[in-house]
């Protein structure tokens, strides 16, 4: 394991063996879960892992991220909102409750 990975929270990959994660293989699980889970720390630490295009280009691609989510990226990497798949193309059913 990279030790830069080794400094992400565990808790955010409580369905994987964070011990195999590989940063090149499992980089768009890291960047997804620390977009959607993570803090401002978390978000710096990332940016000193992967590229700033990698980042981009990956969160772009994400099928789901919650509106606050999807806002705070937009702005935080520059990046408009019609730029995102998960803003194109929204859920078809939204989801009955907001918690």
Request: positive net charge.
């Amino acid at each position: 394991m990279d030790s830069s990975l080794a400094q992400l929270n565990k808790a955010y990959f409580w369905d994987v063996d964070f011990n195999k994660l590989d940063k090149s293989k499992s980089m768009r699980l890291i960047i997804e879960r620390v977009i959607n889970l993570g803090n401002l720390s978390d978000l710096k630490l990332i940016r000193k892992i992967y590229t700033e295009e990698e980042i981009r280009k990956t969160i772009c691609n994400l099928n789901y991220l919650d509106r606050k989510t999807l806002h705070f990226a937009s702005l935080f990497f520059n990046i408009p909102k019609t730029s995102f798949k998960c803003y194109t193309k929204k859920q078809s059913v939204p989801i009955p409750w907001n918690y």
